[in-house]
């Protein structure tokens, strides 16, 4: 807008040069050249003022407290490459200015980012005045290209939208009917480190083989399809190549986990260009991480176009011949296909191709990347801590005994395990960070907001924050859970934001917890893990709570 401004400004200002005697100009190309330098004086101009002076001396945010220093263009960005986990500078900032509800920090070009501490402003922001915000366009540029339009990037109706869309698939009953699916692939699971056990070294690596476990459920609650990345788990190469993905998906030796891989783990190159895109268009420089993230999201795209053509052509054949089958629990890729038949009153008719694709690439990445995330947390801590694996264990184990084929009111009964699941969201919140954005000026916690104001809303600011959980904020306690030891501050709703809360709330949650609790126990009982002392790192900068490895021995127990 302001380029446009600039434009306009420059172009007024050119006729009157020769009449301030400033300059002749006697031929096109000099009131172009007098052009092109009255609009770079003015552009620069705006910029100087907008990243030098506005934010210090004008913008109405400057008396809210906030960390201090910064680079002078930066603003406290690169404290984002600094920390330990994709939250950590946030967490500082709480201990920083506790009981202060809402900071402001700069980042890229001094702009402005407010950030809610406490659970009052999680509530006003996700809750209360959920669709007086929106999604921010930076975040937006960010994930596009691998994440689409739908459900999650959408706002306002058009959100509202796609939740009375997915409503059905996501309901408890629906779920529910998925845990033959959740078994299965815990099986494979088991079958898979029992191999590792038997012939290989006893060492996993806990983050590949959760994500290649939960990415197989995705593709079959949600594509309905098979697509074999446990079976090919212990392979490479040639082997892989030929056992992953089933044949009809396959291209090249290149999948689905290597497609996610590239994109939730890249190099640091990656990082930088990931963050950056949410400013400029970086995705055009002849980079080998460019040319990585456009092979993944070409592939993630593709393939998933190719299914949705394929199936929606069979499934309304046969609903227009009559001949359809609506078998009890269905994918969401059938489900979309059959509510979109044309004429139909299926809540799916109208939905653009472009809306299919982004609500699978969505439901795909945020469904797998998630719990595995939490998986692999939960088996670190098992290996940091046998007193814990062994409680959960002799849960489970006791469960087991009486009731082999445990329901879900059975393993809604595992306090131990859901506690375990509380502490790892809470310590290890998988999704980091998330963003949101004024759509129109409105008041929030007090303060005139502006449209266009960007919030940073961070789980980790209430799941960590000591005058919430007290001393003992930093130490990893499940038992801080039972209903027993909660104080009203903790039991607060809004203080466990884990899977964000409100209209927005995870979509996926009940689906989330009854896959953990069943991996869990098909897996607990029959390994234990153990630590091993290579250390690893944790993806940060990025949006999710996400080690790149995490390698952990694990005993086969008899
Ligand atoms: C431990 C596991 C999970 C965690 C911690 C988690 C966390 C979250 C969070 C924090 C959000 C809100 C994001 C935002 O507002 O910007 C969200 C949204 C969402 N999640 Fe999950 N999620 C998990 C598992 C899943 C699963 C398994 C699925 C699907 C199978 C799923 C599907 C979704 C969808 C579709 C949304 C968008 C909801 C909306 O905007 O209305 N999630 N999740």
Redesign the pocket.
Known sequence: MSTLKCAATAAISVPLLPRLGIAKLESWSAAGIAFLVLFSICWLSVAAFSVLIYPHYFSPYRHLPGPKGGHWFLGHFPGFFKQKYPWSIYVDWVREFPGVPVIRYLTIANNEVLVPLTAEGMKEC?QVKCYEFK?TEQWLRMVLDFAGWG??T?SGAA?RA??RM?SKP?SLSNIRKLEPIFNQKALELCEVMDRICVQGDGVIDAIELMAKT?LDI?GL??LGRELSHLQSAQSTGKEKAATAYAGADKSDDYDFHDAYQCIVSPSMTGKILLFASGYLNVRWLPLQANREFKRATAFLNGTLLRLIRERTAVVHAALRAGTHEMKESRDILTFIAEESLPGSDGVAVGITEDEFVGNLL??MV???E??A??LTWSAYMFAMDHALQDRVRAEINALLATTPNPTYADLEALHHTDNLLKEV?RVF???AV??REAAQDLTFQGIPLRKGTVLD?I?AVTHMDPQIWGATVDDFDPSRWEAERLTPAQADPYVF????NG???????T???L??KLVLVQVVPRFRFVKLEEAFEIESPGLATRPSAMKLRIEKIE
């Open positions: 996700l999604k459900i999650v959408f959100h796609s939740r997915l996501f939960t995705m609650a949600a969505q439901i945020a469904g797998h998630t719990s995330t939490v969201n919140s998988p999704a998330t963003y809303v789980p934001a884990g899977f964000s209209p927005r709330i995870c979509l996926g949650k689906f989330a917890w896959e953990m």
